[in-house]
């Protein structure tokens, strides 16, 4: 594996769909490992439609930066105004270290760059959290810092129970891969967003944490004989909040129902994830979900529907629910072409009739462990994922792919729109 010929996916920036492999026999020999550092090469990485959301925004929040151009990349592809490399969700090995605490051929868990080349990072231990390290790289230190936090599994002595799970490719390794940072987004609003506990109430979006800058309520978290209606309902994330949300002890703390909005290519795996109370299709109208019940409050989450359906339904449904709560999660995969004017529409249009809030993970993240504590909150996360990683999502399969070229194919796959909500995109390196 050292002296392997590393291979990098490269992107054009105003055209993410459109990639290259690009080999960088140049890149060997790899340099003496600095003080503080870890020598790191992708071992496991999953495929989402956050990717693209990485590409399209990469710019506007600094995504293109976490994993730069390396200096060996050929002409043209090393002009980073125009080319650049988008990340993934995943395992690196530790090919090298000259930090003790973190031995040759450990793991980490985190953000990862997509390709065999190593990367150099320098990184310190938490001071805290013993299985977490914070990337002190300079040229990352702008970046959120959601990105720059990793997991280690070091290997005890001389073998290591993940290395061994990531060897065989089991189901635990896919899922921490493919949902794992998924479920911090779910847990992060089930758990503090939208609490029950006033105390654990934090707002969903970028900014500070006061009041005037943030400002979000009791009351705005209170989901209780609430309907929530969840869009894009098949997506990973969305799965993952629903199943957080149903499994609430039954009382005043559960929404009244929560209805999965759907296409009818989704319909079938939406439905037999058991996770929603009822699923209706994106066509239907929207005042006839509801019957003749009568609804104290409307709570619309779109977790990435298309070409705008859930604003369209939450416009048609405040004239009878005025209080109706619009919570922005995902995006649907943007044809780049279109991707900076609808991000430039939405940024300069009319304000809504309805009360808009837009979570971010990091944000939310970091108010959490400011109402409870750094050690409570991650225990308290890690308690939730266990199961999730475990048993995943009803009716989601696992489908894995061996090196580059199987990535480049996934990569193709989710831009034609050709992977289905009931697969999951998994890639050994």
């Not at 230190?141 to 005890?156: G, S």
């Not at 493919?178 to 503090?192: C, G, N, P």
């Not at 104290?296 to 339904?313: H, L, P, S, T």
């Amino acid at each position: 594996m050292a002296d392997e010929i590393p291979t990098v996916q490269i992107l054009d920036k105003k055209n993410y769909f459109s990639q290259s492999l690009i080999s960088l026999p140049n890149a060997l020999p790899y340099p003496p490992l600095p003080p503080s550092s870890l020598r790191l090469r992708t071992s496991v990485l999953s495929l989402t439609v956050n990717n693209f959301t990485y590409a399209a925004l990469g710019n506007l929040l600094h995504w293109w930066d976490v994993h730069r151009l390396p200096s060996s990349t050929p002409a043209p592809y090393n002009d980073s105004s125009k080319y650049g490399r988008i990340s993934a969700w995943g395992y690196t090995q530790v090919l090298d270290s000259t930090i003790a605490a973190i031995p040759k051929g450990s793991y980490l868990w985190g953000y990862v760059p997509l390709g065999t080349l190593p990367e150099d990072l320098q990184v310190e231990m938490h001071p805290t959290i013993a299985d977490q390290v914070l990337v002190t790289s300079e040229h990352r230190k702008h970046v959120m810092p959601i990105y720059n936090r990793y997991f280690v599994y070091a290997p005890p002595g001389t073998t290591s129970p993940r290395a061994d799970e990531i060897a065989r490719k089991t189901t635990g390794v896919a899922h921490d891969a493919a949902l794992r940072v998924m479920h911090a987004t779910a847990f992060l609003m089930e758990s503090f967003v939208f609490s029950a506990d006033a105390s654990r109430v934090v707002a969903p979006g970028i900014g500070p944490d006061d009041a005037e800058s943030s400002p979000w309520s009791a009351d705005d978290a209170d989901l209780s004989d609430s309907s929530v209606l969840i869009f894009a309902p098949g997506s990973k994330a969305a799965c993952l909040f629903a199943a957080l949300l149903r499994a609430r002890p039954s009382g005043k703390d559960r929404p009244r129902r929560i209805v999965g909005v759907t296409s009818a290519s989704s319909q079938a795996f939406v439905a037999g994830t058991g996770l929603y109370d009822s699923v209706v299709l994106t066509s239907a109208e929207p005042l006839t979900v509801f019957g003749n019940a009568a609804e104290k409050r409307v709570v619309v989450f779109d977790f990435g529907g298309r070409a705008g359906v859930a604003q369209r339904w939450a416009t048609v449904l405040t004239a009878s629910y005025p209080s109706l709560q619009f919570i922005g999660v995902g995006s649907a995969i943007l044809d780049p072409k279109v991707a900076e004017s609808v991000f430039a529409a939405a940024a300069k249009g009319p304000a809504p009739a309805y009360k808009v809030a837009r979570v971010n993970a990091g944000d939310m993240r970091r108010r959490a462990i400011k109402a409870i504590g750094e050690e409570a909150y991650w225990a308290q996360e890690a308690r939730s994922w266990e199961g999730f990683r475990r048993d995943g999502i009803k009716g989601l399969k696992m489908s894995w792919g061996e090196g580059m070229g199987d990535v480049v194919r996934g990569w193709d796959r989710l831009a034609r729109g050709e992977v289905l909500p009931s697969e999951g995109l998994v890639y050994k390196l």
